[in-house]
């Protein structure tokens, strides 16, 4: 059955082999290997947009915009990873709290969003790959620690390994009165009308 | 590997190159608009280019997707910056190709079920069956891990069931209901 939805799926794909595809010019290749390997400084978000001019030793220069290259250079063998993942307190929702009305403006304004899996549940923490950065971050894995115990956490989230949540936060504390949940279609439309997709 | 020459350099890239070229441009035309794949594609070279020491032997092609995946979120994140909502929510969906030589319009009812996932099901699923590629591959370019892989696709898999049982509720919703234990080949 899973190899039946597999194929299925694979009709879909709209560069299946039967789709031609260009071969790189040697004009590219001569550019990019004229390009000086150095090793880079780490850098934050902002910089990842940095260009990167590549001259050539062809004729004509070539100048390849590079998005994020800097961001890749800082050694290892993970091509994603970006540093150590992040912690974030998830104390678990106060019912006494008095709540701000949840609106996309409001939810706009947390520093940190993102949308990640449950991977683990372990003592107090749930550790989430991160599938999705909205907002604030670039790790690839946050872990939420629960000072107040995982029952309190569960309540507020119910958590479970493999469930997908939409979280926000601030000053390293989980924003709860709806603004952090499952990832549902409502909350993920929400998160893109306020971070953008 | 680390390569000591400049002249074993260059040879190894080109190796990588004629290896990696034709699935990475297959992999960024799925993914990124059409005037873009071209600019995209050369910053992937160029990011393998300066970090062919860090390229790990026997998982070329998976560790090249994740460079590729990032540098298509960088992108996008930078053309969104200039762009207004609808125009950011347009530039991330799959690239419709002209003359649709996919099978979107023989199979709409699972186009359109994926369509509706998450982002992060969607490309879990892609990567599976398009460019076919096992758990612990799909782990090592999405820097997770093949037990977190595993999950995640069977979770995605049941969602694509159950939307396509909710556009047609008289069809077999199970289409894809797998263990973990089974996708961890």
């Known amino acids: 059955m899973t190899d039946q939805l597999r194929k299925r799926l694979a009709r879909l794909d709209p560069m299946h082999p039967g789709v031609d595809t260009e071969p790189p010019s040697r004009e590219l290749l001569e550019g990019i290997m004229s390009t000086p390997v150095v090793e880079q400084p780490e850098t934050g978000p902002e910089q990842k947009s940095n260009r990167w001019l590549v001259g050539i030793a062809a004729a004509a220069a070539l100048v390849l915009a590079v998005g994020g290259v800097i961001a890749l250079t800082g050694g290892g063998t993970d091509p994603v990873a970006s540093g150590p993942p992040l912690e974030l307190t998830a104390a678990g929702g106060d019912p006494m709290a008095m709540c701000i009305v949840f609106s996309v403006e409001e939810l706009a304004k947390a520093p940190i969003a993102f949308e990640g899996t449950a991977t683990a549940m372990e003592g107090d923490t749930v550790t989430l790959d991160v599938d999705h950065w909205f907002k604030g971050g670039d790790a690839s894995q946050v872990i939420l620690n629960a000072p107040q115990g995982m029952e309190a956490l569960i309540a507020s989230i119910p958590f479970e390994v493999g469930g997908q949540y939409l979280i926000t936060a601030y000053d390293g504390n989980v924003n709860y009165c709806g603004f952090s949940g499952e990832s549902t279609p409502e909350l993920r439309s929400a998160y893109e009308q306020a971070f953008g997709a | ?185």
């Open chain 2, 1 to 185: 590997m680390v390569v000591s020459s400049e002249g074993e350099r260059r040879d190894r890239f080109e190796a990588l190159v004629a290896d990696v070229y034709d699935p990475l441009q297959r992999y960024i035309r799925r993914r990124a608009a059409a005037d873009e794949a071209g600019d995209v594609l050369s910053d992937v070279l160029l990011t393998l280019w300066r970090r062919l020491d860090d390229v790990p032997e026997g998982s070329v092609l998976p560790w090249s997707y994740g460079v590729a995946r990032r540098t298509v979120s960088n992108h996008r994140r930078a053309a969104s910056r200039h762009l207004k909502l609808v125009e950011r929510l347009e530039t991330e969906r799959p690239p419709v190709v002209d003359d649709d030589p996919s099978g979107q319009m023989e199979d709409p009812a699972l186009a359109d079920a994926l369509a509706g996932l998450p982002a992060a099901d969607q490309e879990i699923l892609r990567l599976w069956a398009w460019e076919q590629l096992e758990p612990r591959e799909i782990a090592l370019s999405l820097g997770s891990t093949a037990n977190a892989v595993s999950l995640r696709l069977s979770r995605a898999r049941k969602k694509l069931a159950d939307a396509m049982t909710r556009q047609d509720p008289t069809s077999p919703g199970h289409i894809g209901d797998e263990t973990a234990e089974e996708n961890r080949r």
